[in-house]
């Protein structure tokens, strides 16, 4: 017996020994599997609103990101952009969803979101997980003019310039995200990739500036592939809309003040002390919203009510005269009784079918599209749609531009969905029963289309036009509803195509006059008609001449000064064709046929001098 217990005794001690090692292995393992960091850990290690750090109101901003992994495996998921009221408060609108974003283990990357900026006062959230480390909330972003930005080959340039540096590796793939910049300062061949490339040049005969710098007794810059059109030894001379400079200077001398002088000063804000000039800060906002008034009065319940009428009086012959003849008829008193109740529940049925909401209404989409034509088949393009349905359900609405952006306009409820930016960009929007959603979508379309061609302007005294003629492209002229020719800020309407030609039709007014005129039904046309069916005439006496006014201005924004001397500047002329919408402008959904919106083109000329 003692040497049983002696025995136990030395395997109970054996046993423990054993017991105690495993542990410290095990203990040792789980330590080096957390040192190994398997699941990928980002962070933002920092965040740049737009250009120079501000954003423009009332347009798509760039927000540029540099996510850090520390850890030993890559990340490889989606990251969500969502915006709320204020700090910590229910988000609202749609969110902007990141998806498929790659980066590899120890290292970092920068990635671009495209935020439609509306006020400046929205606080926004980058998520990337559920927990409460995988989210950073961003710092609102200051509003200012569009920037004016020195472009180097790296984020930090040595030759030290007095205006903020950007670098060229950042630049956005798409002319959208340019509205927040004025003026680009080189005094190189920028290091681009082919989509850079592209979006900068549409940024530039979108009405850019473009400075480049010589250094005096050196030779210009030479340009490589997509920038051929700068290789021009002209001091001063036009791309597109957008004017180029060559200044001999040092990138180190370069200041707003030194710019002031050259002729190009940095774009500024200035305030309004004329108290009798409607317009304001706050005149953008109303445009929106008057857009979206439109597009959503365009959806009416539109019932038979000649089917009706035609109904309730069978059914009262039936109910009076008929059941009166069958009684006389019948002595039976029970017939006319259920005669009666057949009568009463037949008609309310029918009744109730072809009186109730969505009885010959159909899913549709509104727009209301605006396009700069940039150059030969490329235009930039500015959507607002409303989607209406009959059904409940999850909608996915895209467009055919090359790099799409969406926005909601919806500013006090969440929407159920999200938006994906960029290439094959869409929105997938929760749409209730008999209901509509409003969104704004940008991007650059090509369509195929001649730029109308100006045969003859006339400039008569105090720079107006005694006559003006064009020559229409076919697609255009048969689908033009209305024109409008704007030169050195006043305005003329224009006649309908006439044989492929249009002309001056009505004595020009200057554009605050009116603006100002067709704002004065403003109120008209907010509140007062708010249960009259919508036509073009509202479009084209109230809408329009505020969607003229704003795009002639910089980036909307009429409290802006742009006192730059412009190259053609006092020989330039805009012209607005408003036209029944083609195909490829609309937006479009597998679930939706049908469409409707029309279109309002702008082209701008440059004339000879000696005119």
């Given at each position: 017996?003692e040497?049983f217990?002696?025995?136990l005794k030395?395997?109970y001690?054996?046993?423990?020994?054993?017991?105690?090692?495993?542990f410290?292995?095990?203990?040792i393992?789980?330590?080096?599997f957390?040192?190994?960091?398997?699941?990928?850990?980002?962070?933002?290690?920092?965040?740049?609103?737009?250009?120079?750090?501000?954003?423009v109101?009332e347009?798509?901003n760039p927000l540029?990101?540099?996510?850090?992994n520390?850890?030993k495996e890559?990340?490889?998921?989606?990251?969500?952009?969502?915006?709320?009221a204020?700090?910590?408060?229910?988000?609202?609108?749609?969110?902007?969803?990141?998806?498929?974003?790659y980066?590899?283990?120890?290292s970092?990357?920068?990635i671009i979101?495209?935020?439609?900026i509306?006020?400046?006062m929205?606080?926004?959230?980058?998520?990337?997980?559920?927990k409460r480390?995988?989210?950073?909330?961003l710092k609102?972003p200051?509003?200012?003019?569009?920037?004016?930005?020195?472009?180097?080959?790296s984020?930090?340039?040595?030759?030290?310039?007095?205006?903020?540096?950007f670098?060229a590796?950042l630049?956005?793939?798409?002319v959208v995200l340019?509205?927040?910049?004025?003026?680009v300062?080189?005094?190189?061949?920028?290091?681009?990739?082919?989509?850079?490339?592209?979006?900068?040049?549409?940024?530039?005969?979108?009405?850019?500036?473009l400075?480049?710098l010589t250094?005096?007794?050196d030779?210009?810059?030479?340009?490589?592939?997509?920038?051929?059109?700068?290789?021009?030894?002209e001091?001063?001379?036009n791309?597109g809309n957008?004017?180029?400079?060559?200044?001999?200077?040092?990138?180190?001398e370069?200041s707003?003040?030194?710019?002031?002088?050259?002729?190009?000063?940095?774009?500024?804000?200035?305030?309004?002390?004329?108290?009798n000039?409607?317009?304001?800060e706050?005149?953008?906002?109303?445009i929106?919203?008057?857009i979206?008034?439109?597009?959503k009065?365009l959806?009416?319940?539109?019932?038979?009510?000649?089917?009706i009428i035609?109904?309730?009086?069978?059914?009262?012959f039936?109910?009076?005269?008929?059941n009166?003849?069958?009684?006389k008829?019948?002595?039976?008193?029970?017939?006319?009784?259920?005669?009666?109740?057949?009568?009463?529940?037949?008609?309310s049925?029918?009744?109730?079918?072809?009186?109730?909401?969505?009885?010959?209404e159909k899913?549709?989409?509104n727009?209301?599209?605006?396009a700069?034509?940039?150059?030969e088949?490329?235009?930039l393009?500015s959507?607002?749609f409303?989607?209406?349905?009959?059904?409940?359900?999850?909608?996915?609405?895209s467009?055919?531009a090359?790099?799409?952006y969406?926005?909601?306009?919806?500013?006090?409820?969440?929407?159920?969905?999200?938006?994906?930016?960029?290439?094959?960009?869409f929105?997938k929007?929760?749409?209730?029963?008999?209901?509509?959603?409003s969104?704004?979508?940008?991007?650059k379309?090509?369509?195929e289309?001649?730029k109308?061609?100006?045969?003859?302007?006339v400039?008569?005294?105090?720079?107006?036009?005694?006559?003006?003629?064009?020559?229409?492209?076919?697609?255009?002229?048969e689908?033009?509803i209305?024109s409008w020719?704007?030169?050195?800020?006043?305005?003329?309407?224009?006649?309908?195509p006439?044989?492929g030609?249009i002309?001056?039709d009505?004595?020009?007014?200057s554009l605050?006059?009116?603006?100002?005129?067709?704002?004065?039904?403003?109120?008209?046309?907010?509140?007062?008609?708010k249960?009259?069916?919508?036509?073009?005439?509202?479009?084209?006496?109230?809408?329009?001449?505020q969607?003229?006014?704003?795009?002639l201005?910089k980036?909307?924004?009429?409290n802006?000064?742009f006192?730059r001397?412009?190259?053609?500047?006092?020989?330039r002329?805009d012209?607005?064709?408003l036209?029944?919408?083609?195909?490829?402008?609309?937006?479009?959904?597998k679930?939706i046929?049908?469409?409707?919106?029309?279109?309002?083109?702008?082209y701008?000329?440059?004339?000879?001098s000696?005119?």
């Open positions: 017996n040497n217990k002696l025995r030395m395997n001690s054996n046993n423990m020994k054993i017991i105690k090692d495993v410290i292995y095990i203990l393992f789980f330590a080096n957390a040192s190994l960091n398997l699941f990928a850990v980002i962070t933002v290690e920092k965040v740049q609103w737009g250009f120079n750090g501000t954003v109101k347009d798509f540029f990101v540099l996510f850090n520390p850890s890559p990340f490889n998921g989606s990251i969500v952009l969502e915006k709320s204020f700090s910590g408060g229910r988000p609202y609108g749609i969110p902007i969803v990141s998806e498929d974003c980066i590899s283990a120890n970092a990357k920068w979101f495209a935020p439609y509306f006020s400046g929205e606080e926004w959230t980058l998520k990337w997980g559920k480390d995988e989210e950073y909330s609102k200051d509003c200012g003019p569009p920037a004016t930005v020195y472009l180097s080959s984020e930090y340039s040595w030759e030290n310039p007095k205006i903020h540096v670098p590796n630049f956005p793939a798409s340019c509205n927040g910049l004025d003026a300062v080189i005094s190189e061949e920028p290091r681009f990739t082919t989509a850079q490339t592209e979006s900068f040049l549409d940024w530039l005969k979108n009405g850019g500036l400075i480049i250094k005096p007794g030779t210009n810059p030479y340009f490589g592939y997509g920038l051929e059109c700068l290789n021009t030894q001091n001063k001379f791309v957008g004017e180029v400079f060559r200044i001999q200077a040092k990138a180190s370069i707003p003040e030194f710019l002031s002088k050259a002729g190009c000063p940095p774009a500024s804000l200035k305030k309004n002390t004329d108290s000039y409607s317009y304001h706050y005149f953008y906002t109303e929106r919203e008057n979206l008034v439109y597009l009065r959806i009416r319940s539109d019932h038979n009510w000649s089917l035609i109904f309730m009086a069978i059914y009262s039936f109910i009076t005269f008929g009166f003849i069958l009684a008829k019948i002595k039976n008193y029970k017939y006319p009784i259920i005669f009666f109740a057949v009568t009463v529940l037949f008609f049925f029918v009744l109730g079918i072809i009186g109730r909401r969505g009885f010959g899913d549709i989409i727009s209301l599209i605006c700069k034509h940039i150059d088949n490329s235009y393009v959507e607002w409303n989607v209406f349905v009959t059904d409940g359900d999850i909608y996915e609405v467009n055919n090359d790099l799409g969406y926005s909601d306009c919806e500013l006090d409820s969440a929407i159920n969905g999200f938006v994906r930016n960029g290439k094959n960009a929105c929007l929760d749409i209730p029963l008999f209901s509509s959603r969104m704004y979508c940008s991007g379309i090509h369509y289309c001649s109308p061609v100006i045969i003859s302007a400039k008569a005294d105090r720079n107006l036009l005694s006559n003006l003629e064009i020559d229409f492209d076919k697609k255009l002229s689908t033009t209305c020719a704007v030169f050195d800020g006043n305005i003329w309407e224009l006649t309908k006439d044989e030609k002309r001056i009505k004595c020009f007014k605050k006059e009116y603006f100002e005129k067709c704002n004065q039904n403003k109120y008209n046309f907010m509140y007062k008609n249960y009259d069916k919508y036509d073009m005439n509202k479009l084209r006496d109230f809408l329009v001449p969607i003229i006014v704003k795009s201005n980036n909307g924004y009429l802006w000064e006192n001397v412009r190259f053609f500047s006092d020989n002329i012209l607005f064709i036209c029944r919408a083609p195909e490829i402008f609309q937006p479009e959904s679930k046929k049908k469409k409707e919106g029309v279109v309002l083109f702008r701008s000329y440059n004339l000879p000696n005119l």
